[in-house]
């Protein structure tokens, strides 16, 4: 029998931020890579669209109107999913019905008046200013005595439910931690109790060192598909410095963010040549705990694309996944070596829309 191998045998690997395990199955990814690139028709948007809520001037929903905002504009959301002034309670009946009242503001952040612009076309000044606008909403949200937790994020294209086109994301503000950063704020403490160290300064060291799963890097952030990784093109932008949260980078670090945010979403919008749909969001520390729990928080992003072979073929957590545990045919290394293929000029894409 052969000896074990990473690109040819079924194996489980494992998730330090999460403590959960995910199924690799690189056997099948030798099939024959059916999924040929065809450049979607071209998707001509104006830069002003007098239909959309978000742009410059616009009514809302409920009749708002949106000032003629020039640079980044946050505004609370017209149908939030949590509301400031839930009042206190909750049950729990027989340990079984547990209820609590939960808190929380969600704001819409729109990056750039721009409605046809996505954060590749972006010059470095408006995604600093983004990065800016995500770093003050952190910690006002913070600051405010019923937030714990500030979870910032984008939704892009409409095979993730952005309902809209325009360039912008949201931030939810909660009272309590939620599950996701919970099991890293778990893990990542046990990790710095157990080692003395920092579980992902560590974990970037591995991967600087080996180079398989790098997908670009500048001075201060390095984009990298974890070892771990779920979705076929899923990566992790990772500080370079050890530091918590997007408050606390500094003027340089908060540009090499831009950078890598930038270069990141052009090599995905290359690699079908389409317009590449994905959830992205940060972790990072949360509020009202103690400062060594908040030393022990490395801050990164993580983006979730659902493209498996092309612009139209998706990857479903369905069946087994649903059920058992989520898993993968094209391994971590195969994605990452992918990303790295194609480049990171904005305008590659646009090309093939224009010839197409
Ligand atoms: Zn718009
Ligand atoms: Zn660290
Ligand atoms: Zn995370």
Redesign the pocket.
């Known amino acids: 029998m052969a000896s074990f191998s990473l690109v040819e045998h079924p194996h489980r690997r494992h998730n330090p931020?999460t403590g959960e395990w995910i199924l690799v199955s690189p056997h099948r990814a030798r099939r024959p890579w059916l999924g040929q690139v065809e450049p979607q028709p071209a998707e001509h948007r104006p830069a002003y669209d007098p239909t959309c809520y978000l742009c410059p001037g616009n009514e809302r929903a409920g009749g708002v109107r949106n000032p003629a905002y020039t640079g980044t504009f946050v505004f609370d959301n017209d149908f939030p999913a949590l509301l400031a002034d839930t009042p206190p309670g909750g049950t729990g009946a027989e340990g079984l019905l547990v209820v609590e009242a939960e808190r929380g503001i969600c704001r819409v952040v729109c990056f750039s008046p721009r409605h046809d612009l996505t954060l590749p076309d972006f010059d470095p000044a408006t995604l600093r200013r983004v990065v800016d606008t995500w770093a003050e909403q952190t910690e006002a949200l913070n600051a405010r005595p019923a937030i714990r937790y500030v979870q910032v994020f984008e939704n892009k294209g409409a095979m993730m439910g952005a309902s809209n086109p325009h360039p912008h994301g949201q931030i939810w503000a909660t009272e309590h931690l939620p599950n996701?950063?919970a099991k890293?704020h778990t893990r990542q403490l046990a990790y710095r109790a157990e080692r003395g160290a920092c579980l992902l300064c560590d974990y970037v060291a591995v991967e600087l060192a080996r180079e398989e799963r790098i997908v670009c890097a500048n001075d201060h952030f390095v984009a990298l598909v974890p070892f771990w990784a779920i979705w076929p093109f899923e990566t992790?932008v990772v500080s370079r410095r050890h530091t918590g949260g997007l408050p606390s980078l500094d003027g340089a670090e908060r540009d090499a963010l831009a950078d890598i945010l930038r270069r990141l979403t052009a090599r995905y919008d290359n690699l079908f040549q389409i317009s590449f749909p994905y959830s992205m969001g940060f972790?990072q520390w949360p509020a009202k705990v103690t400062r060594r729990a908040q030393e022990a928080w490395h801050l990164?992003a993580?983006f979730y694309p659902p493209l498996l072979r092309s612009a139209s073929v998706r990857k479903f957590m369905v069946g087994f996944e649903m059920l058992g545990m989520p898993q993968r045919d094209l391994t971590a290394e195969m994605g990452a070596a992918r990303l790295r293929s194609v480049g990171e000029s904005a305008t590659a894409r646009r090309g093939a829309d224009d010839n197409g």
Do not use: Y
């Open positions: 931020l996701e950063p890293e992790m972790h990164h993580h």
